[in-house]
């Protein structure tokens, strides 16, 4: 079964540098999304996009974070100037549609360390 | 805004049936999805309602009251590997018109033989 691919599963990095966080969707969906779980914590929307532009973002998805799609498979999320507070679980989910009834189906996530 | 409340912990016995509650507030509803989340690991999906009453996947059933803002996931014939976290999640619809997922904090059911 197809399935969402992330890399790494673990980044550890010092506060203050920059990270990417890569993810490969599901070949045939439309609609990718970031999310982040902190320990012990809900998992929390950060951002969507479709047609190579953000469709929404929350207020967590600040000046900090960007994300981009590079090529035909590729979805990044660029954290800049990583603060203690970024360390979490982050997870990338695609679906095939934007309405409801489609899944999200979710990556492994990578899980972010700032030392 | 949007506000989504489901019991932290629940305990059951194998071969048992649980049932797990989840009430929500939300601001525009386009659908609500039950998420299996073991520790670690990513959110899997389990089932999804967006008309108001029950459906059935397996030993999996979910059921939906829009008036209520109420909806809860009952698990049949519990299995140790059933211990995992249960993830409400509500799909609202914002401006664009493109919907997202807001989640509730889970439930960690315990599965004890």
């Known amino acids: 079964e197809p399935e969402v691919t992330q890399t790494p599963s673990h980044q550890v990095t010092q506060m203050g540098q920059e990270v990417i966080l890569r993810c490969v969707p599901i070949?045939?969906?439309?609609?990718f999304y970031w999310y982040r779980q902190i320990l012990g914590q809900k998992v929390e929307f950060l951002v969507s996009f479709y047609n190579n532009e953000i469709s929404e973002k929350s207020e967590i998805f600040d000046d900090q974070f960007s994300v981009e799609r590079p090529d035909g498979s590729n979805f990044t999320l660029k954290i800049r100037s990583t603060k203690l507070e970024d360390s979490a679980m982050y997870f990338c989910a695609s679906s095939a549609q934007g309405a409801a009834g489609q899944p999200q189906h979710f990556g492994d996530g990578t899980r972010l360390s700032i030392l | 805004g949007q506000n989504i409340d489901q019991p932290t912990e629940m305990t059951a016995t194998e071969g048992a049936i649980v049932q797990i509650n989840c009430t929500y507030q939300t601001s525009g509803f386009n659908g609500l999805f039950w998420y299996q989340q073991h520790a670690g690991e990513a959110p899997t999906f389990l089932s999804y309602n967006v008309l108001d009453g029950l459906e059935e996947k397996g030993r999996f059933s979910s059921f939906l009251s829009r008036s209520k803002g109420y909806s809860y996931l009952l698990l049949k014939e519990l299995q140790m590997k059933d211990s995992a976290s249960y993830l409400c999640?509500?799909?609202?619809?914002?401006?664009?018109?493109?919907?997202?997922?807001?989640f509730g904090k889970g439930t960690m059911l315990l599965v004890s033989p």
């Open positions: 070949s045939n969906h439309l609609y």
């Open positions: 999640a509500v799909r609202g619809v914002r401006n664009s018109g493109y919907s997202t997922l807001t």
